[in-house]
């Protein structure tokens, strides 16, 4: 069965810390991989796109990785800022689509 | 959010009464969806469109029906509302370049409706 599981479910940093989300997988085969943020009361909006065949992909302060042995992929936040207080969520593409259930950032001043 | 708007954005509504959201789009795009998140659990496909009355069923497909007499807008109708049904909604569009379900989907911001 195609299951998708993040972790930490929630977090807390400090405004400048770096943090890494997780992401495992049962998923298979996919033929892309992205990761959405998803502000409170809003959409989600896609933050970067992997095709199954790439390691790692960046926007900005936001990369995130794929390793295909381990069935991981993480997003790593760089010098997090107030704003990416958020819910994070990786979504699988084999054919239909399949959504983690986010991990809850919050970062405090 | 991507030229899409839901309305309404927030409903109260009671048990048994018929309920439609709308999703409208200035995007032009191909493909529409409507999901439902809730907690505990990813978003979930409820129906989707890939033309003017084209539609399927996604994995929650059970008490809602749509339709698509425009490419701009995609209604979803509870025919008869349950405590069940109460969620936070999301019509997504794309423009369906490569496979229906495969290319990146947009969100509108969501309806909150809450079945009493």
């Known amino acids: 069965k195609n299951q998708v599981e993040q972790s930490p479910q929630s977090l807390i940093i400090l405004e400048g810390k770096n943090c890494t989300l997780q992401c495992n997988y049962t998923v298979s085969p996919f033929s892309n991989l992205r990761w959405y943020k998803q502000d409170t009361g809003r959409g989600p909006v896609s933050l970067t796109i992997?095709?199954?065949?790439?390691n790692t992909k960046s926007n900005g302060r936001y990369t995130a990785t794929l390793d295909a042995d381990t069935k991981q992929s993480s997003l790593h936040i760089t010098a997090s800022q107030l704003s990416d207080s958020a819910s994070y969520i990786c979504v699988f593409t084999p054919g239909n689509l399949i959504f983690g259930k986010g991990t809850k950032l919050s970062v405090k001043p | 959010d991507a030229g899409i708007t839901q309305s309404p954005r927030h409903k109260v509504t009671e048990t048994g009464t018929p309920v439609t959201l709308r999703c409208h789009q200035t995007e032009n795009h191909r493909y529409m969806y409507w999901y439902r998140q809730d907690p505990g659990h990813g978003l979930r496909l409820i129906h989707y469109s890939y033309g003017v009355k084209d539609t399927d069923k996604g994995e929650v497909s059970d008490g809602y029906s749509v339709s698509r007499s425009k490419t701009e807008d995609f209604l979803l109708t509870l025919e008869s509302a349950t405590s069940s049904q109460t969620s936070v909604y999301f019509c997504?569009?794309?423009?369906?370049?490569?496979?229906?379900?495969?290319?990146?989907?947009?969100f509108g911001p969501g309806t909150r409706l809450t079945v009493l």
């Open positions: 997504a569009i794309s423009d369906g370049s490569r496979t229906s379900l495969d290319n990146e989907q947009f």
């Open positions: 992997m095709t199954f065949s790439e």
